[in-house]
């Protein structure tokens, strides 16, 4: 059974016009895919990998963790609003924090530290709750997604520590917002858990099952 997770990511036009127009940023893209962590892929995360029903049917493998509802519906109601799929939307460069590095020191994270009108809507959806049964059959209120971003300052781009992203943070800041996003679904394939072979999938094109 694969897992999925919601991605922002920048658009492919976007990202490749804003490495042209960020010479000094290059290294540090170069790094997260070479590295091939995250699919090698600069994205933001909206929930945790989890499995993903359709409609009624049940996870065959009850160890693996499950999104409690069914990431189709939210994927659906975010292209419905019109919101990022067709809308692609910058974050402008005021928008983005400065930069600092997680606990362990390996990654040099940048979040977004102001209100974005567009990300909270998305985040409106992200974090959509439903009546769902538990594992007693009961229902009760629950989120559709497994562990969803809350607020917008959670939202945030990590870069490797290794390419000293910390020396250009003008230019990451930069470059950041240069870029559009939109939201993608992640796919991770059965039993792989390093990220190596995650896949994109714009909204329109989603097919995802079990």
């Known amino acids: 059974m694969s897992s999925y997770a919601l991605y922002l990511c920048p658009t492919e036009i ?4 804003s490495r042209e127009a960020s010479p000094t940023v290059e290294k540090h893209l170069t790094a997260v895919e070479q590295k091939g962590d ?18 009624d049917s049940k996870p065959i493998n009850r160890t693996h963790k499950m999104h409690p509802g069914n990431i189709t519906k939210v994927v659906n109601e975010i292209l419905d609003a019109n919101i990022s799929e067709g809308k692609a939307f910058h974050i402008t ?4 924090g400065r930069g600092k590095k997680n606990k362990s020191g390996n ?17 409106k959806h992200v974090n959509k709750e439903e ?10 209120l629950q989120p559709v997604l497994l562990n969803p971003k809350k607020t917008v300052s959670q939202l ?3 870069f490797r520590t290794s390419s ?7 230019d990451i800041r930069k470059f950041l917002s240069f870029l559009n996003w939109r939201v993608c679904i992640a796919e991770l394939p059965e039993d792989r858990t390093d990220g190596s072979d995650l896949q994109l999938m714009s909204i329109p094109q989603a097919k995802i099952g079990t």
């Not at 976007?14 to 016009?17: D, G, H, P, Q, T």
């Not at 460069?93 to 983005?96: N, R």
Request: charged share 20%.
């Open 164 to 170: 000293e992203p910390e020396n250009d943070v003008d």
């Open 107 to 123: 990654l040099f994270i940048f979040s977004v530290s102001k209100d974005c009108e567009t990300l909270e809507e998305i985040l």
């Open 14 to 17: 976007s990202l490749a016009s």
């Open 156 to 158: 945030h781009v990590s």
């Open 38 to 55: 995250w699919g090698g892929i600069i994205h933001m995360t909206l929930c945790s990998f989890a499995g993903s029903t359709m409609g």
């Open 131 to 140: 009546l769902l049964p538990g594992e007693n059959g009961e229902e009760s």
């Open 93 to 96: 460069e005021d928008s983005w």
